[in-house]
Structure formats: C-alpha cells, structure tokens
C-alpha cells in the first residue's frame, strides 16, 4: 500500500484547510487507515481514523468538531478537513494505513505511512 499525503500549507488561526491522502497498490490489505501529527519535539499522535468497512469515525479530543476525516467510496483517497485551525494544530500531518480490525490510536498498530505534508497555523 502507497500512501501519498498533499494539502498543508500557512493558513491563519481560525481558518481551515483539507488534507488528501491518494492510497494506491494492495489496497485489499488495509483495513484501517489513520491521519497523525507530529509537532517539533513531541510524539507523533493520532488525529483521526476510520475502518473501511465501518462507517464509523474516530477523533482526538483535541479535533472533535473541528475536524472530519472521510473517504472516497472507490478506496482511493482519504481526506481530513479541519476547521477551526489553532496554532496548536501547527505539526507535519501523516496518513496511514493498517490491518486492524479496529481503530487504534497508536502509530505502532499502523502498518503503512505517507511522506508528510506540514501544516502551519500562525496566530
């Protein structure tokens, strides 16, 4: 499975952008894919996630209501819009894909990474 994350960029608190990730090769052998974060100096955490057979979603409590992670029915694309940007959401933002049966919100349960795409809100 490929990952290819695109979308961040500067946009200032208060304003939103949307992330894509392209998902490409055995697609047939992920069963979960996951939007992280990682900001200078601290580790790398989960923003959102969703399994591809479910239609149930899962949120940080940090980004519950700001941000909405989806999926295009064809299992090629994955998106995260996020709202309501702060200068806390500022970090390199990564989707992933694993083989779970459930969700989890550990970078370790995620088999396969995108490159990053860095988003940076100014205050």
């Known amino acids: 499975v490929q990952l290819q994350a695109s979308g961040g960029g500067l946009v200032q608190a208060g304003g939103s952008l949307r992330l894509s990730c392209a998902v490409s090769g055995r697609t047939a052998s992920s069963y979960i894919m996951g939007w992280f974060r990682q900001a200078p100096g601290k580790e790398r955490e989960f923003v959102a996630g969703f399994r591809w057979s479910g239609g149930s979603t899962y949120y940080a409590d940090s980004v519950k209501g700001r941000f909405t992670i989806s999926r295009d029915n064809a299992k090629t694309t994955v998106y995260l819009q996020m709202n309501s940007l702060n200068a806390e959401d500022t970090a390199v933002y990564y989707c992933?894909?694993?083989?779970?049966?459930?969700?989890?919100?550990?970078?370790?349960?995620?088999?396969?990474w995108g490159q990053g795409t860095q988003v940076t809100v100014s205050s």
């Open positions: 992933a894909a694993g083989q779970r049966l459930w969700v989890p919100q550990s970078p370790h349960e995620y088999t396969y």
